[in-house]
């Protein structure tokens, strides 16, 4: 086991021993490839360095007591990587290179999975990208798919406290019809001026809206979002918005809770009568929601009044990382084990 503070790691980049490569060349994926290096060599007229042909995605590694590491629902996430792949054309991984290429990569890097009870996990990064040249605009005919691993704490640096966020109406992250719901890196881009504004004021993210009508909650920043009432979890049914991995586990173990669960559009002024909200992601996790300022109107929505998280958020906050950390039953069959 590495010799890291892991209690007081962040979501930041660091080096780990090596990651893995594969290219799609002549119309077809070539074999599994370990590197040491943190660099790619790639040619200049690459799609993804000009036209955005890009996509990842974001999962966690855990160590259970007995020290095996679990991983979290990968299929989910590979299946997301295929209809990112499809909806902007690029070559698609198949779920067994995929498979391989994530085991391989965590097993490799097994010093650096933090140990059970540091509340750190290790992220996933697997990334594909059009690597292949074209000066016209079309999609590639050559591919690199990689992952790197990075042993991370949370994603906001309150971990499970309340973080206050901001709605941004005069930013849009993603069309109506366009890519919202891929992971693609043009979405993040387009994120960053409203991400950014909001941290220069003192938030932890700004909050999308639909971006046709300006009326409904899309999600917050690299995280979808659900409110609490009435013994309901309600979150966001958007077009545009990443369908999450967390969100969709969380509406089940709501449901398992005995809870009602909603997914449908969610208007700016019901926060108003929301008693919890939350954000969540695999970086995420859960991150409770204290205010929400409307940047437009002023208007201040108090989540959290007494700057705790609420119960329910807690519950689900601990039932889901307790699956996740081999404490609680994994009853869905979310859960492999990196043999
Ligand atoms: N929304 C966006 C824009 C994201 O980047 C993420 C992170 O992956 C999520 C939502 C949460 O998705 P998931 O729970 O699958 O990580
Ligand atoms: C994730 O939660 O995995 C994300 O991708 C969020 C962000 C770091 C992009």
């Given at each position: 086991m590495k010799d890291i503070n892991w209690k007081e790691l962040s979501f930041a980049y660091q080096k780990t021993n090596y990651?893995?490569?594969c290219y799609f060349r002549n119309g077809e994926w070539g074999e599994l490839e370990t590197s040491s290096s943190e660099y790619i060599n790639i040619h200049m007229a690459a799609t993804a360095l000009h036209y955005g042909q890009e996509?990842?995605?974001?999962?966690?590694?855990?160590?259970?007591?007995?020290?095996?590491?679990?991983l979290f629902r990968w299929e989910d996430n590979w299946q997301r990587m295929k209809n990112s792949a499809e909806g902007i054309m690029m070559a698609e991984v198949p779920k067994e290179k995929f498979k391989e290429a994530i085991m391989k990569v965590v097993k490799l890097n097994e010093e650096y999975v933090?140990?059970?009870?540091?509340?750190?996990?290790l992220y996933i990064r697997p990334l594909l990208i059009g690597s292949g040249p074209r000066v016209g605009v079309k999609p590639a005919d050559e591919y690199l798919f990689a992952v790197f691993v990075i042993p991370v704490?949370?994603?906001?640096?309150?971990?499970?406290?309340p973080v206050d966020m901001q709605i941004a109406k005069d930013y849009d992250r993603a069309a109506p019809q366009?890519?919202?719901?891929?992971?693609?890196?043009?979405?993040?881009a387009a994120s960053l001026?409203?991400?950014?504004?909001?941290?220069?004021?003192?938030?932890?993210?700004?909050i999308f809206l639909d971006a046709k009508e300006k009326k409904y909650i899309d999600e917050a920043g690299p995280a979808n979002f659900f409110g609490i009432k009435d013994n309901t979890y309600i979150t966001p049914k958007s077009e545009s918005i990443l369908p999450s991995i967390t969100n969709k586990s969380l509406m089940q173990l709501a449901e398992d809770m005995g809870l009602k669960v909603e997914r449908r559009p969610v208007p700016v002024e019901e926060l108003e009568t929301f008693e919890e909200a939350g954000a969540c992601g695999t970086a995420a996790v859960i991150s409770p929601v204290g205010k929400i300022l409307d940047r437009t109107s002023g208007k201040e929505y108090v989540i959290s009044k007494d700057g705790n998280p609420g119960p329910i958020s807690t519950k689900l906050f601990e039932r889901l990382q307790g699956i996740q950390y081999g404490d609680v039953e994994d009853k869905h069959g979310w859960i492999t084990i990196v043999e």
């Open positions: 990651n893995v490569r996509a990842f995605e974001g999962m966690k590694a855990f160590r259970d007591k007995k020290g095996n590491i679990r933090p140990p059970h009870g540091t509340g750190a996990s704490g949370p994603y906001f640096k309150e971990g499970f406290k366009g890519t919202g719901r891929l992971k693609v890196g043009g979405n993040y001026r409203a991400g950014e504004r909001a941290h220069d004021e003192g938030y932890a993210a700004s």
